[in-house]
């Protein structure tokens, strides 16, 4: 078969020939679809995320862990947890019995594989209570899972969406998706603190941070009040970190400021996780839902791999 294939860590996956995989003992081969080239992907492939050495132990080796296929029966389903070094980027791959869930009937399989992207966007309700009216804040907006935030948002009956992002252009085609107001965080630090006050009005209930890094740590300094006083809370979820893994937070940035934090998997149950894919599937079918791919046959994968100018759509590889 053809496939991805990673020679070295650190290296771009070359297009060529690979032994097909054999099912063993509870395994099946699945017939790939489509496969969303992310950054965690790259990370790994490059060898800087933490999992790499997991995922890279055998080389060569075909990246990427997830997308959709077909099992024998032709049932199109989401894949996850291939045997090393099988991976999603292929003509097939080899997977657990049961490492799949069936894809909804209607839905692309490549519009399938951004699904998962959209239900970060519902850590809002999941993880933050959020109630229609208040006014959310996502920090990291121009990005795939930050657009899609954005619009989720606005489904769930936001009142206000402040995004932020680091590039003006994109901003606006944020806020033609959705958002109120923007904020170019590549400005300096008292500029941008200024910023997060001026957007802010009578406060931000709910944060979506796909940030992390600096551009967090000068939120949670501007919302520490200049009083005392009894403040309103804001609940910020934590779901990536594209602006840094560390930020330093004081401790008057939690004490006085009424900032509650919470990881983007708290509330989450499988049944929860089936409530939010339904609800997605729901608004995709019903058109209220769009979604960006850039769709790439595998073989052009090494220039694909290098792209950098997708600006908010996804990478999606079909063989």
Do not use: C
């Not at 790994?44 to 890279?56: D, E, K, L, R």
């Not at 199109?76 to 097939?92: I, M, S, T």
């Not at 954005?150 to 901003?171: E, F, N, P, S, Y």
């Amino acid at each position: 078969m053809k496939a991805a294939v990673l020679h070295q860590v650190g290296s771009v996956p070359r297009y060529e020939d690979f032994p097909d995989p054999v099912a063993g003992d509870g395994e099946v081969v699945i017939e790939v679809k489509a496969v969303a080239v992310e950054n965690v992907d790259k990370q790994i492939a490059a060898g800087t995320h933490y999992a790499s050495g997991q995922y890279t132990a055998q080389l060569p080796a075909i990246p990427a862990f997830d997308g959709i296929g077909a099992l024998p029966d032709g049932t199109l389903v989401g894949f996850g947890n291939p045997r090393r070094p099988y991976g999603a980027l292929a003509e097939k791959t080899v997977v657990p019995e049961g490492a799949y869930i069936p894809i909804a009937e209607g839905i692309d399989p490549a519009t399938a594989t951004v699904l998962g992207t959209a239900i970060t966007g519902m850590s809002i309700k999941t993880a933050a209570g959020f109630v229609p009216g208040e006014t959310v804040l996502v920090q990291g907006a121009t990005g795939v899972a930050g657009r899609l935030a954005v619009k989720v948002a606005r489904l769930l009956g936001a009142g206000r969406i402040i995004a932020t992002g680091r590039d003006t252009d994109q901003l606006h085609q944020v806020q033609a998706l959705g958002a109120d107001e923007v904020i170019n965080t590549a400005v300096a630090d008292e500029a941008l603190t200024q910023a997060y006050l001026d957007a802010k009005g009578d406060g931000y209930d709910v944060v979506l941070d796909y940030l992390w890094g600096r551009p967090t740590e000068i939120l949670l300094r501007s919302l520490v009040p200049q009083s005392f006083a009894f403040h309103k809370p804001t609940r910020l979820v934590q779901i990536g970190e594209s602006a840094g893994a560390a930020l330093a937070l004081t401790a008057e940035g939690l004490r006085t400021s009424g900032v509650e934090i919470y990881g983007a998997a708290k509330g989450l149950d499988p049944e929860t996780m089936q409530e939010l894919y339904s609800q997605v599937v729901t608004w995709t079918h019903s058109g209220e839902l769009t979604f960006d791919v850039v769709k790439v046959p595998l073989s052009d994968i090494e220039i694909a791999w290098q792209r950098t100018d997708l600006r908010g759509s996804r990478l999606v590889i079909v063989p």
